[in-house]
Structure formats: structure tokens, C-alpha cells
């Protein structure tokens, strides 16, 4: 379908396939609108991958040195992952709703004013300012995503952490090693992998967002919390677009793939192999 | 460890931990707030007095909706987890030709993003005529539960000996009986995790909730939720109940069997 001309509803359901080649493709990468998807995806991906990652492996450290209570913090780091993505874009657009400037600031801004910081008040996930194509207004979505994530990635290295041997810990010890010396020469290597595995899961989720997006900020003024998942929808189901919408479903395909099948091909040659 | 860095390490947690309320916070305080108490300068403040009304209105409005999401999950997820297990049985305990790169294939769909088997699978449900039904939803799910429950039944039964199989075969149990007979009354707390992972996430989907039913009667409860975002006064106690409602079920299961909630997690990313 991503090869032919049906960009519309009539074409559609004359239902004569005409073979245009790559057009849809070369026009898609052309559109404005789906290098600033891309861009969008790119630095979404970057920032959501590495706070996920460094919380998860910070609240992980806390967690595993026993104190009391540590279950109650871990179950509450994790309820997040129970909630659906819809539900944590509906409370967290509110949140950062930045409302109207200076007089009635709402969400976040309103907590500064009440804490007299209005110099940190700013226009959130309205903002149209952009650094090197990463717009600025990505970061509330960020942070909602980050927020709904690192319990996971935190379980990941909890796990992970839980499983090394602790003679191995105490025979360090008594050698002399730093408490210090012990994280980074033993247990971060243990870790590795996990964090590849972790790097897989949310890199592919990030790739396909959709549902936080759409419930939280929609394509944001100037499209700068537009993501290709949000596009095709619109584009497909809005505009009747179907091989735009298409083109856009494979080249996600494609972004997804590359990540997924060396991984998967990796873990099953290690299958193989044992 | 010394008291400094226990209380270090505390402070901490408990900063974190307001970052992970304030959301949870917002929720609870403005769903029990009455109308004119919903205000932009007042957001963070605690309801004066509690009300129902946000809960009343927003149960009027989505009670549909939770009973479609109910219709959907409940067999999605049997039906899903009982494939899942038999499809778990055959490639853990039975070698066959391609059997790994089977699983391998079998895996990626669990990678796949939805958008790019939308058009397929929207043709698909027309052409048997359930398109726009919760039921056609319940097939896809199904189908697209596979991957997770065969996965995590593979790892389960892994665990199991295969002695135990390979002695009831000598006493001549076919394979279906192998399975119904001595895997199957193990199988509850593979069952457990599995179900309650299906759960949480059939009833969290949206983008083939939404693009499957377009009849708000028929939608289930995170595109109503949606849907309640979209109208032109957002009545924001009425919104923030409905949010909590949907969350209400996934969040009770997580608070009663949250062990197994994580196991399900964990078995999502270790692979083999």
C-alpha cells in the first residue's frame, strides 16, 4: 500500500492499484513536518533512554542497601508501569499546562509562583523555541515518560544487582576494596547487559510512542511534540492518507527492526550455542 | 553504614518519591473536588471539602466504556495465556527443526509496532465482519498476546525436568495429554504472572482500541478517557475521576499481586 497512489478516500474504494514507487517515500522525507517527527523521536529517544537509565540505576544502588522500608519505596517507584500511558498523559498535561503568562499561570508555573521561583516559569510543552532541532517542549513529555518508565529499569538493575554473589562482594571486602571500588569493578559489569537489554525495551517503545503523546500535548503548535506515530495516525484516519500513512508505518517498521533484530539474533545464536 | 549516609540514602528516596506522588496527588485531590472548586489558582491545594460529584459524573459517563473494557480483557486474556502456554510446552520441551528460530520470529512480533500492521489487520477484521466490534479487539489481542505468554510459559517450563515428560510418554501419553496431564496442574503460577500481564496490558492499549472502534458506545475505557479530554470545557474533577477509574482496576491488581506483576516484567526483558 506504501507503494501505490491511494491518498484517498474515493481511490480507496475504486480499489485499482496504480504502482507509484518510492514517491510516497521521497515525499515523506521531503515534508517538513516528518524531519521535525524525526528530529522529535530522535532526542525524545536519547533523553527518555539516558533518564531512565541513570534513575533506574540511582534508585536500583538505594534499594539494594537494605534499609527499612525499602519495599514500600520500591513498590512505589514501580506503580507507574501499572497505569496506562493515556492516564499518565491526561494528569501530566495538567501538570505542565503552562496556562497564560504572566498573570494566571496554571500547573507547574503556578507551584514556582507559590514557591516565589517565577523566574523558572517558561511555556512547557507549548514552547516553539528549539536547540539544534531539539525542541525545548519535548522535555515536559520527557520527563511524563521518564516518570512512567525508570520504575522498570530500576527493577531491571534491582534484579540484576540482587542476583551477584555476595561471597564475591565479601571476598573483595577483605582484600580492601572501597565500597566505591566494589560498584564500578563488580557490579557495574555485571550490569552491562541488563542495560543493553533495557537500552532494546525502551528504545523500542520510544521509537512507537503514540498514546502519551496523543493524551498529553497532541503535534504542540509548529508540531513540536509531533511524533511519526502521532503523523500516521492523523495523516491515515483523519486525513484518509493511506499510503502516506503507510510509508510512515514501514519506515517505523524499519527504525524498530534495526534495533530488535540484532538483538533477538544475538540472544538466539547465544540459545544455539548453550 | 554509617548514619550519615543512611539518612543520605533516605532523603533521597524520599525526594524521589514526591517526584512519583506529585502526579498520584493531583489525581486524587482534584477528582474529589466539587465544580467551583476547580480552579486554575487552587490546583495545588487540598479539596475544602470532598465531593463525589466528579466521580458521579464521570462514572455516568464511562460506566459503558469500563463494562466494554471488561468484555475485552477477560477473554483476551484466558485465551491468550492458554495458547500461550501450549505454544510454551511445545518450544521448550519439544526440539524440533527451526523450533529456535521459530521463537526468535515469534518474539519480534512482540517488538512490532502496531502502526505498521494497522492496515492489514483493519482489512482483516472487515473482511469477517468485525471491524468496529469489541470483538475483533479481543482477536487482536489474542493474536498479539502471543509472543509475551509464550515467552514467559517457554521460560517456565524450561524449569520443568524433561524426565518427567519423557516418563510419561513411555507410559504412553501422547503429547496434548502430556501437556493436559502433567504440565498443565503446574502451570498456576506461570498462569498467574501471565494473566496478570495480559491484564494490564489489554486494558492500557489504545491505538488499536482506537482505530478499531470508532463507535463511542463500543470504545473501551482509555479511548472514552480520551475522548472526555476532547470536548470543549474540560470539567477537570469529572477528567481526573475518570482518569483514576481506568487506572482503578490495573492499580488494585499491581497493590494485590504486585510479586508477580514484577515477575512478569522481569520475564519480558531476560531473554532465554
Redesign the interface.
Known sequence: MSFSNWNSFSKLMKGEYIFVGLRNYFRLFEDPRFQTDLWNTLFFTLFFILGCLSLGILLAVLLDKGLKGSRIFQNLFLFPMAISFVVTGTVWSWIFAPGILPKFPQGMNLLYKLLGLESLQWSWYTSTVSIFHFNLALIPVIIAAIWQLSGYTMAMYLAGLRGIDQALIEAAKVDGATSRQIFWRIKFPILRPITLSAVIILGHISLKIFDLVYSMTGSGPNNVTDVPAIYMFETTFRANKYATGSAIAIVMLVMVAVVIVPYLVSSMKREVSK | ?SRVS?LF??I??II??L?????IY??IS?SFKPLQEVS??K??FLPLKASFQGFVKAFQKLSPNLKNSFILVIPATIISALVGSINGYVLSKIKFRGS??L??LI??GM??????V??PVIRFLQSINLYGSIWGLVILHIIYGLPITTLIFRNYYAEVPTELIEAAHIDGAGIFKVYWKVLFPISLPGFVVVIIWQF?NI?????FA??VTSDPTKQPI?VA??NL?GSKVVE?NV??AG?LL??LP??L??VLL?KY??RG??A?????
Open positions: 553504614m543512611k540514602t533516605y533521597l528516596l524521589f518519591t517526584f512519583f506522588l506529585i502526579p493531583v489525581l482534584t486554575l489558582e490546583m495545588w529456535n528460530l521463537f526468535t518474539l519480534f517488538f512490532i509496532p502496531y502502526q505498521s494497522l492496515f494490564t486494558w492500557n492499549e489504545f491505538l482506537v482505530t482509555t478517557l480520551v479530554a477537570w477528567q481526573m482518569a481506568a487506572a490495573t492499580l491488581v499491581y504486585g506483576f514484577l516484567l522481569l519480558g526483558s531476560v531473554k532465554g
